[in-house]
C-alpha cells in the first residue's frame, strides 16, 4: 500500500427533508451567495423555489449564475467570477449535477486568481485559497460533491483539463436522494457508467496489498450494478437513488483510490470525445471502458490474473482460466449497460458519424493523459488508443 | 436507508516515514503539548524518543501524561485535566492505541467542563467544546482514531461507558503500519477481534435498503480475515499491516453504520466482562459474538436470510438453506477466531474462572446497552444474555 494522505472535510448531509438546515450552514460562511445552476430541470423540479424562499426569509443576498451546461464551460466560470467581485460575494451555492459543481468549484478557487480562469484550470498550482462552497446535488454520478477535483471545457481550444485543490472541496453537501427522481433514464444510466468507470480506473492498478481499496472498489460496483436498474425501472425508489448517490460520492471521495496510486486512462480518451464532440461524459465511458479492457487483456497477458478476479468478485463469473474469465468479465460489462441499463454502446449512436478526427483525439489523449507513460494500467501508444476508439464504432461481438 | 450526517475532518497522514510531518500539524493548534500514552511500548519501540526529539527540535513544551492503561481508567483522564489546566496546554497528542486516544478525548472534553471528568462520560451532553487531539496509532483494532467515539472505565463502580461529541473527533491521526509492528500476536488477534466484531454489529441491522453498508463491510471484514494471519505469520508485513491499519480505520469511521442504524449488543456485553474483569476487549467480544450469533438464529427466524447471506459472501459457505448456512458461517467465525487466529475461545481462558458474576452482568448489560429495547438487532432479555455468557464458559461443538 502507498502512502497517502485523506482529508475530506465536508459535511455530508444525507436524506430527505433536511433542506431546512441550508440556511444554517450557509450562514456560516456569510449571507452573500452565488446561486450557480444549470438549465431549468431545478426550476421544474420545485427545488429552486424551495431554496430561494429559505434564503430569502434569512435575509440571504442571491446573485444569480445561471445555464451552467454539461461539460462545464470556461465561459460559465469566468462570468461567475465576474459576479463575486462585482457583488462582493461570500459564498457559492452550487445547486445541480457534477457540472454545476465544477463550475463552482473553479470560481472559487479563480476569484483570487487576478489572471484568466483558464489559467488556473491549466495549472492548478496559481490557487491558493477559494471561496466557500456549499453544494445540493440532483444526479449521482461524479463524486464532486466531496473531492477536490473539477474539470472544465474550453470549447475554443478543444480542451477538457481536470484541475484540483484542497481548498475546492465543498464545505457542505446536501444529498437528498430525491433529488434525482426527475433525472431521466438516459442520465441516470449514464450516471451510473461514470461511477462504474471511476471505479474501474483506481480498480485496475499495480500497487501491491491494496486489499482494503480493491475489496471496498467491488463492493461500490455490486451496488451500482444492483441498484441501476432498480432506478431505471422505478425512478422514484428511494433505496436505489439512495444507494446510487452514495456510491458515487464514496467512489471518488480518495476511499478507493488513495493508497493504491494508478494513473487514469478511460477518462483521458473520454475527455477528447467531449471536448471535440461534447457527448454525455458518463455514455462515453460506457462506450470506451469494454473496448479498453479488451485491449488491456491482449495487449498485456499480466492483466490476466487482476481482470479475472474482478469478473470472478464482481460479475459472477466461474470460469477458472484468467483469460477466459477476463473475457467473460468485459462481456458482462458489456451487455450489463447495454441490455440493463439501455445504453447504445456505439459511438454512432452518440451523434459522431465519422471516424475523421480519431487520429486526432488518439494523440491528444495520450498526450494530455500521459498515456505512453508508466502511470497507466497499461501503457498506450497513440496506434492502441487509435484502435481503442475505432473499436468504439462497433458493436463488440467478440470479447 | 436513513438519513445521516457525515463529517470526519480528521486529516489522516497513512503510511511510513512521515513523523516528520508532525511538529507542522501540532503547531497548528499550538506549541504546548500533553504527550499521552501508556506504557513502556512506544519506550521500548523508540517511538518516543522520535516524537521527544522532534518536538524539543521544534522548541515545543511537553507535559507528560503516561500509564494510560488498556480499558482506560477514569483516573488517567482526571490526571490528563490537571495537568492540561495546570500548565496551561494547547494541544493533546496521543501516542497508542485505542485506549490512549480515548483518554485523550475524554481529557480534551473534559477540560472545559468544571465539575468531575466522569460526569462527562455519563452524560456527554456535558461537553461542549474541546481542545485539539492529534494522534499517533500504534494498534489496530478501536477505530477511535477517525471518530468522535471514546469508552472509558471506572473500576470502583464496574462501569464501563462510552461518551461521544463532534468536538472529540482527532484534527489528525498519524497511521504508520510499521508503528504496529511490535504489537504481539495476542494483541494483533485481539484488534482484528475488534474490528470484525464493530463490522458485525453495524451490518447486523434491519435497515432496507443499505446496500452501500452492507456491501463495504463485507469489504471490510474479507480484508480483515484475509490479512491477520498474515500479519500473525509475518508480523513485519508492511501490507497487512497496513490492511488491517486502514480497515480498522474505516470499520468504525461512520463508513459502514451511518444510515443503517442499529443498536449494538456485543459491545455492551463485552463492556460488562471488561468493567468486571479487566479482560482484553477484543478477546472478550471474539468469545461473545459467535454465541450471540447463534442465539439470534435460535431466537428469531427473520435472522437467517441476512446471517447465512453474511455466511455466503464473507466465509465463502455454499448452502442453499439458510438457517443451516447462517449456523456455517458461525462454525466458520469461531474456528477462523480459534484456529487462525490462536484465540482461547472460552472465558477461563481469560481468567474469568467463576460464573457467579454472570447474572450481574447479564442485568447490568441489559440496563446500559437498552439490549431489551427495540434498538438490537435481536432484542434480549437478562436471561437472554445469561444465556449467552454461560456458552461462553464451554467450547462451542454445535453451531
Given at each position: ?205 499495480r500497487t501491491q496489498g491494496v486489499d482494503v481499496q480493491t475489496n471496498v472498489a467491488e463492493a461500490l460496483m455490486k451496488t451500482v450494478i444492483q441498484n441501476t436498474p432498480l432506478a431505471l425501472e422505478n425512478p422514484n425508489d428511494y433505496d436505489a437513488r439512495s444507494n446510487l448517490m452514495w456510491a458515487s460520492t464514496l467512489a471518488l471521495n480518495g476511499l478507493v483510490g488513495n493508497g493504491a496510486g494508478q494513473g487514469w486512462t478511460c477518462h483521458p480518451i473520454e475527455h477528447e470525445l467531449s471536448a471535440f464532440y461534447d457527448i454525455t461524459h ?118
Open positions: 500500500m502507498n502512502n497517502f494522505r485523506m482529508y475530506v472535510p465536508t459535511d455530508i448531509r444525507f436524506g430527505k427533508n433536511r433542506l431546512e438546515e441550508l440556511p444554517e450552514v450557509l450562514a456560516e460562511y456569510g449571507k452573500k451567495v452565488l446561486l450557480a445552476y444549470g438549465g431549468g430541470s431545478i426550476k421544474k423540479s420545485g427545488l429552486y423555489d424551495k431554496v430561494v424562499q429559505l434564503l430569502n426569509e434569512q435575509n440571504f443576498t442571491i446573485v444569480e449564475l445561471t445555464g451552467i451546461e454539461p461539460n462545464p464551460k470556461i465561459e460559465s466560470v469566468r462570468e461567475g467570477v465576474r459576479l463575486v467581485r462585482e457583488h462582493d460575494l461570500d459564498v457559492i451555492l452550487a445547486v445541480g449535477g457534477g457540472s454545476v459543481v465544477d463550475a463552482a468549484k473553479v470560481i472559487a478557487g479563480a476569484v483570487f486568481y487576478e489572471g484568466d480562469a483558464w489559467d488556473v484550470v491549466v495549472d492548478k498550482s496559481k490557487m491558493s485559497k477559494a471561496l466557500p462552497l456549499v453544494d445540493i446535488l440532483t444526479l449521482s454520478a461524479t463524486g464532486t460533491e466531496m473531492n477536490r477535483n473539477a474539470v472544465i471545457s474550453n470549447t475554443k481550444t478543444n480542451e477538457k483539463f481536470g484541475t484540483s485543490g484542497w481548498e475546492l472541496i465543498p464545505k457542505a453537501s446536501f444529498l437528498d436522494p430525491e433529488n434525482t427522481y426527475t433525472v431521466s433514464s438516459y442520465q441516470t444510466s449514464a450516471g451510473s457508467a461514470d461511477i462504474m468507470s471511476h471505479l474501474c480506473e483506481q480498480y485496475f492498478n458518463g455514455i462515453g465511458l460506457a462506450i470506451v471502458t469494454p473496448r479498453w479492457l479488451k485491449f488491456c487483456i491482449e495487449k498485456d497477458d499480466s492483466t490476466h490474473e487482476r481482470i479475472a478476479n474482478w469478473a470472478r468478485n464482481v460479475w459472477n463469473i466461474i470460469e477458472e482460466n484468467d483469460e477466459k474469465a477476463a473475457r467473460l468479465g468485459v462481456r458482462a460489462m458489456y451487455h450489463y449497460f447495454k441490455d440493463n441499463t439501455k445504453i447504445e454502446m456505439t459511438l454512432q449512436a452518440t451523434g459522431i458519424t465519422t471516424t475523421e478526427k480519431v487520429r486526432e483525439m488518439s494523440e491528444l489523449a495520450v498526450k494530455h493523459g500521459g498515456l505512453n507513460s508508466q502511470n497507466p494500467y497499461v501503457p498506450m501508444t497513440e496506434n492502441d488508443v487509435e484502435k481503442v476508439l475505432l473499436d468504439c464504432f462497433e458493436e463488440m461481438t467478440v470479447f
